[in-house]
């Protein structure tokens, strides 16, 4: 079991919109920043957003990142088949003084 | 540009030890922290440990310590996880990645190091 809660699968269709959430507590999220990553199948993760809401250089507009209290959301626009993938949120947890990772969403663009 | 590069798939028996690298290129090595990710077949990403080469301070998840131990040669610019007695259930990908702070994220990440212990 995570200590970050997220669905396990999000579905949309091609050019439209979808969030994905990532829900903690105050020992994490709450007073933590919040980083999401990609994984493509078979590959390795690949940093999307860190610092609750920042993109790295690279990384389209398309993917934006929001926190609020303990939850942290994922926002994707203009899904492509190309974004397909497991979608991971991490922060770190002051009680476990350790990184945590959330239990992945699976995004299908339908 | 960052890299990260892991050593190859491992097969090994349970009860033997292993010891897996991770050789970062293109940073000063010594001034970043590297971490260690596992991730079970057909599952999803776990916090394992992190190193700061420069002085090798590290730190565990509880759900991790004494099970592995992290390690560096930042003479050589490398990372390491090991294992003393392998168990069947240490059947995973690992990868290592580079830690940025603060914010706690890793902003670069190896390829990965498939372990099949089995026998």
């Known amino acids: 079991q995570s200590v970050l809660t997220q669905s396990p699968s999000v579905s949309a269709a091609p050019g439209q919109k979808v969030t994905i959430s990532c829900s903690g507590s105050?020992?994490?999220?709450?007073?933590?920043?919040v980083s999401w990553y990609q994984q493509l199948p078979g590959t390795a993760p690949k940093l999307l957003i860190y610092?609750?809401?920042e993109r790295p250089s690279g990384i389209p507009d398309r993917f934006s990142g929001s926190k609020s209290g303990t939850s942290a959301t994922l926002g994707i626009t203009g899904l492509q088949t190309g974004d397909e993938a497991d979608y991971y949120c991490?922060?770190?947890?002051?009680?476990?003084?350790?990184?945590?990772f959330g239990g992945g969403t699976k995004l299908t663009v339908l | 540009e960052v890299q990260l590069v892991q050593s190859g798939a491992e097969v090994k028996k349970p009860g033997e030890s292993l010891k897996i690298s991770c050789k970062g290129s293109?940073?000063?090595?010594?001034?970043?922290?590297v971490g260690w990710v596992r991730q079970m077949p057909g599952k999803g990403l776990e916090w394992m440990g992190i190193?700061?080469?420069?002085?090798?301070?590290?730190t565990y998840s509880p759900s991790f310590q004494g099970q592995v131990t992290i390690s560096a040669d930042k003479s050589i610019s490398t990372a390491y996880l090991q294992w003393n007695s392998l168990k069947a259930s240490d059947t995973a990908m690992y990868y290592c990645?580079?830690?940025?702070?603060?914010?706690?994220?890793?902003?670069?990440w190896g390829q990965g190091t498939p372990v099949t212990v089995s026998s």
């Open positions: 190193i700061f080469p420069g002085d090798s301070d590290t």
């Open positions: 610092g609750n809401d």
């Open positions: 990645a580079r830690r940025e702070v603060p914010g706690n994220y890793f902003d670069s």
């Open positions: 991490g922060t770190w947890d002051n009680s476990l003084s350790a990184g945590v």
């Open positions: 293109g940073y000063s090595f010594s001034a970043y922290w």
């Open positions: 105050s020992s994490n999220i709450g007073n933590n920043y």
